[in-house]
């Protein structure tokens, strides 16, 4: 585990200064003074230590959010304290790790968010969980999009990639579900 940790943050390290694609296993175990058999011991390839790195990386405050924008907040902080990191997988054919990281992150947030509304207690948990991905897809997209095709990135950059969403939609959204549920069951 202390090796497979070590050779992470090495590889983050590296992404810092050089893109992923210069990265070679030698240079990454060289750095971690490890032989290449302990790197293919615990990992098949360069991306799989990168998908390891994912699955261990969370992002600071994201639990404390009580609503989308704090989330957006957190997000753009995580990615402005991170950015030399994000923007090296997101020139690689690592970019799809990211994108799951994010939409991941918008999922469980989503989801906890609707079971806090009080009509969100209402529905049931298939229904949560559909809202959760609908909104999580359209998040995570719009983020890794304008992260990568954007030069300079802000906040208020970031949020106007969400001019479809107004105040409240996913309240909304819950609330037309369990409209739409009351009137089946009639």
Same mark, same amino acid.
């Given at each position: 585990?202390?090796?497979?940790?070590?050779?992470? *943050?090495?590889?983050?390290?590296?992404?810092?200064?050089?893109?992923?694609?210069?990265? =070679?296993?030698? =240079?990454?175990?060289?750095?971690?003074?490890?032989?290449?058999?302990?790197? $293919?011991?615990?990992?098949?390839?360069?991306?799989?230590?990168?998908?390891?790195?994912?699955?261990?990386?969370? *992002?600071?405050?994201?639990?404390?959010?009580k609503d989308i924008n704090?989330?957006?907040?957190?997000?753009?902080?995580?990615? #402005?304290?991170?950015?030399?990191?994000?923007? #090296?997988?997101?020139?690689?054919?690592?970019?799809?790790?990211?994108?799951?990281?994010?939409?991941?992150?918008?999922?469980?947030? &989503?989801?906890?968010?609707?079971?806090?509304?009080?009509?969100?207690?209402?529905?049931?948990?298939?229904?949560?969980?559909?809202?959760?991905?609908?909104?999580? &897809?359209?998040?995570s997209n719009s983020i890794? $999009? $304008?992260? =990568?095709? $954007?030069?300079?990135?802000?906040?208020?950059?970031?949020?106007?990639?969400?001019?479809?969403?107004?105040?409240?939609?996913?309240?909304? #959204?819950?609330?037309?579900?369990?409209?739409?549920?009351?009137?089946?069951q009639q």
């Amino acid at each position: 585990m202390k090796t497979e940790h070590e050779l992470a *943050i090495a590889l983050r390290t590296m992404m810092s200064e050089v893109s992923l694609d210069d990265i =070679s296993v030698t =240079s990454l175990t060289k750095k971690c003074h490890v032989n290449r058999k302990t790197f $293919y011991y615990h990992f098949h390839d360069i991306y799989d230590l990168l998908t390891q790195v994912f699955l261990d990386e969370t *992002i600071p405050g994201v639990l404390e959010t009580k609503d989308i924008n704090q989330l957006m907040k957190v997000i753009y902080n995580y990615y #402005a304290k991170n950015s030399k990191f994000v923007d #090296a997988t997101l020139n690689s054919a690592g970019k799809d790790l990211f994108q799951e990281f994010i939409y991941n992150t918008c999922y469980t947030n &989503f989801l906890r968010y609707i079971v806090a509304l009080p009509e969100g207690k209402k529905i049931h948990s298939n229904d949560r969980k559909y809202i959760a991905r609908f909104y999580a &897809f359209a998040y995570s997209n719009s983020i890794v $999009y $304008y992260l =990568s095709n $954007y030069k300079s990135k802000t906040f208020t950059g970031l949020m106007n990639c969400f001019s479809f969403e107004n105040k409240n939609c996913l309240e909304k #959204a819950v609330i037309k579900v369990v409209a739409e549920k009351g009137k089946t069951q009639q």
